[in-house]
Every structure is written in C-alpha cells, then in structure tokens.
C-alpha cells in the first residue's frame, strides 16, 4: 500500500485500551515520506475525531472536504499501526497548509 505524509485513511483502530480512541475512525499519517518509502508494515499516524471539543494547540481542528462534521486531529493520540491490518482506505489528503499546521503542533507538543 502506497501512503505519504498527510494522508487521511479510514483505519480500524479496535480493539482499543483504556483512553486510547477505538473503533473505524480517520487517521493523518504523519510519519516522514523517507520512512514510508522504505516499506515498513508500520506506520505513524494520528487519530481524529469528531467529538465536539474545544480546539486546542493538542487538538487542532482540521478543514478538509473529506470530513462531514467538524474533526479534530487528536495528536496527544498519537500511535503506530500495522498498515496492512488497520488501512482500510484513503480518503482523502491533507492541504500542504493543514500538514504543516499538524507537524508544527506535534513540535510543540514534544519539545
């Protein structure tokens, strides 16, 4: 499967523990496109939601045309999957704009 940074799939993120989001839900891949060329069965992504929350620099709302509702990027969520177990479909990108929003944030939520 062929997939960049800034990408948004559907992915099934089930069985979950504790906190951690669950069910089939829209995930940003935010791992670099160096890493994602290589192959790995794993990639770094964020969940998203669209539970209504205030937005913050941790949960910054998203715009994109793919999403109905109002979706937040849940960055302190932030965890690996198995590609080829949890992708079900792309649907959709992120604007170079979003993108960098999204990889500023996680910056800031690391440093």
Known sequence: MIYR???IFLARL????????????PVIVVQNDNLNE?????CV???????????TSIRPEIKNECFEKTTYALLDQVRAVDVDKRFLKKIGFLSLEEKEKIIYSLKELIL
């Open 5 to 7: 940074q800034g990408d």
């Open 14 to 25: 089930n069985p979950s523990k504790g906190n951690e989001p669950g069910k089939d839900r």
């Open 38 to 42: 290589v192959g790995y069965q794993t």
């Open 45 to 55: 992504v964020v969940p998203c939601s669209s539970v209504d929350m205030p937005t």
